[in-house]
């Protein structure tokens, strides 16, 4: 079962590359879910983190840049929440390679509640903006 489902009504923001972007950004944190919660292999669920956080990095640069790009005013509340995901995220896939972390359950559930909280706040707030 999925921890996350991309829907319209919950996280549509009607900007075209961000959604396709989160419907991918989705997948990719089932997929880890999968993996940590099922048990798979360790260096499955470590590659699965990697492309994960390396997803994230780039799905976040694309949208910092379209949002400087268009004069967006809330970029920098918006990136300030960028670098604290994508913090959480290093250290975790830092500590994971160095065998002193699990990607675990509550990892997902933490990555699904930042989403579930910042898609509706400031993602959809962007939205003017980037289709105007």
Do not use: C
Not at 10 to 32: C, R, S, W
Not at 75 to 94: F, I, M, N, P
């Amino acid at each position: 079962m999925s921890l996350i489902t991309w829907t319209a009504e919950q996280f549509g923001t009607d900007v075209d590359f961000a959604d396709e972007e989160h419907k991918t950004l989705f997948g990719k944190l089932n997929k880890l879910h999968e993996l940590a919660t099922d048990g798979a292999d360790r260096s499955a669920t470590g590659a699965q983190l990697d492309d994960l956080i390396a997803y994230v990095v780039e799905h976040f640069t694309h949208e910092e840049s379209e949002m400087q790009s268009k004069g967006f005013d809330g970029y920098a509340s918006h990136k300030s929440e960028h670098d604290a995901l994508v913090g959480t995220g290093a250290e975790l896939q830092k500590k994971f390679h160095a065998g002193e972390a699990e990607v675990t359950e509550e990892f997902g559930q933490l990555v699904k509640t930042w989403l579930e909280n910042h898609i509706p706040k400031f993602d959809m707030a962007y939205s003017g903006a980037l289709n105007g």
